[in-house]
């Protein structure tokens, strides 16, 4: 039988998942297929069985370290009977090719972020998942940062009080030398779908809904071609107000995110050895975490890596039937926000919502 005839394609069960490793395959095996490829070859929970990429050098390389079968052909990998998940790390522009091969193969998907280039794009992968009856996650991986967990857990437990304003940044150096594809925003959405979309998903998850923005920008300029940097300022619906600043032109990747309230200030930085701290207002005691102290102190624990743990959260999901953390309608939710934020940017203006979430027309 030939490796392209149909078989009574169906996804595979939780109860098949359950029994044995899932086997994934890795489309673009680049940056970050090539991180998703080594901590699940590291898992007992995987299994890469195929490496899918055009720069099939570079694919038998990872190959050669971790195992699995290299082909530049996503329908050879999931025509094989040998794959329960596709996992999309291609260029943003192609994430949608990915997603709609593999759920016409009925297999699940995890993709990477941003869902999608197109806000048109991310609506029809999410349907089309939908359709073909698999599961889509995207991913938005800062939600498994374990000083944002953290952060958001005592949002939720009202340590902080009334949020007022929240920072938020992401600094890298430029991508394009590496990735040339990343210096053409029609493909990759420059610095905002790259890093202020982490920003934007995060407080999203923390603050809900936004209602309007204003951003400036370097992505429609010349020199996007060589740095970018973008900055935009958000009021969510429940009344925060969120200053996000987003840089292809440092020397060194960093993060940071401050988060201030009535009751005090959570702040944190990668660049920081003690990672996350707690700072009560005057007169103001935090219960449970160090109510004697000026500052509270939550220092970086040695835990799973947030790339692997969201991946180990998807496949709970698989193997139970849970519904994922972040799906194809919640990551849309968020790619028009951070569209948006290129459109204010393009067009000098403020950017309005409707409660759906979709864009106020002007
Ligand atoms: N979540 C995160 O922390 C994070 C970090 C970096 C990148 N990303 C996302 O991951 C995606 C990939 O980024 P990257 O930095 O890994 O890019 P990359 O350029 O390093 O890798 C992309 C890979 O895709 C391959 N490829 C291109 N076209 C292909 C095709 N038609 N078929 C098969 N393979 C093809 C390329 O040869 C390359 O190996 C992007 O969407 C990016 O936004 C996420």
């Known amino acids: 039988m030939s490796t392209n005839e149909a078989v009574d394609k169906r996804p595979a069960t939780a109860e098949e998942m359950a029994s044995r490793p899932v086997r994934f395959a890795v489309v673009g095996t680049g940056g970050m297929g090539g991180t998703h490829a080594r901590n699940l070859a590291g898992s007992s929970e995987a299994e890469v069985t195929w490496l899918v990429d055009i720069d099939t050098d570079r694919a038998n390389k990872l190959a050669a370290d971790i195992g699995g079968k290299v082909t530049p052909s996503m329908d050879e990998a999931f025509s094989s009977g040998e794959v329960d998940v596709a996992l999309i790390a291609l260029p943003t522009g192609l994430h949608r090719m990915g997603v709609e091969a593999a759920a016409k193969h009925k297999i699940h998907v995890f993709c990477e972020k941003p869902i999608a280039r197109t806000n048109e794009d991310a609506i029809a992968m999410t349907q089309i998942c939908k359709d073909a009856g698999v599961t889509l996650m995207v991913g938005h991986v800062v939600r498994f940062f374990s000083e944002y967990m953290r952060i958001k857990e005592q949002l939720e437990a009202g340590t902080l009080g009334d949020i007022a304003m929240v920072r938020g940044s992401r600094i890298n150096p430029p991508v394009m030398e590496r990735s040339p594809w990343f210096a053409d925003v029609a493909v990759s959405g420059g610095v905002v779908l790259d890093l202020m979309i982490h920003e934007i998903d995060t407080f999203r998850w923390m603050f809900g809904d936004v209602e309007r923005l204003f951003a400036h920008g370097l992505s429609f300029t010349d020199w996007h071609t060589k740095r970018d940097h973008a900055i935009a300022s958000l009021t969510f619906r429940d009344g925060t107000i969120a200053h996000c600043e987003a840089s292809w032109a440092h020397s060194a990747f960093r993060t940071s995110i401050e988060v201030a309230g009535s009751k005090g200030l959570a702040k944190h930085s990668?660049?920081?050895?003690?990672?996350?701290?707690?700072?009560?207002?005057?007169?103001?005691?935090?219960?449970?975490?160090?109510?004697?102290?000026?500052?509270?102190?939550?220092?970086?624990p040695t835990v799973t890596p947030p790339h692997l743990r969201e991946l180990l959260v998807f496949i709970d999901c698989l193997r139970t039937g849970k519904p994922v953390p972040v799906d194809g309608d919640e990551a849309t939710r968020t790619l028009i926000v951070a569209n948006a934020v290129l459109d204010s940017m393009r067009e000098n203006r403020v950017i309005e919502f409707n409660e759906d979430g979709s864009v106020k027309q002007a």
Request: hydrophobic letters at 25%; aromatic letters at 16%.
């Open 270 to 300: 990668s660049f920081d050895s003690s990672t996350l701290i707690f700072e009560p207002s005057t007169g103001v005691e935090y219960e449970g975490i160090g109510q004697q102290s000026k500052q509270f102190t939550y220092m970086r």
